[in-house]
């Protein structure tokens, strides 16, 4: 199996070790696809709602600075 990135590799290797692919008998390497894909929609998701309310939620603004 090709591994696109590091991060890729190290999910697959821990569903692997934890035994995470049983209950479904899906391989690993389906599993870390499935749970990557989940993270970039949820950065996409995240990203319409600062859209959406006009807003910056990055952790370097100041909005999270306390005077």
């Known amino acids: 199996m090709k591994y ?3 991060f890729m590799k190290e ?3 821990v569903l692997n070790r934890n035994s995470q692919e049983n209950n479904s008998n899906t391989p ?3 599993l870390a696809e499935f749970l990557q894909n989940c993270l970039e929609a949820w950065d996409r ?3 319409a709602r ?8 990055e952790p ?3 909005y999270f ?3």
């Open 60 to 62: 370097a603004n100041s």
């Open 65 to 67: 600075k306390k005077d």
């Open 28 to 30: 690993d390497f389906l």
């Open 50 to 57: 600062d859209e959406w309310y006009s807003v910056n939620l």
């Open 4 to 6: 696109e990135t590091k």
């Open 45 to 47: 998701c995240t990203k």
């Open 11 to 13: 999910l697959e290797e």
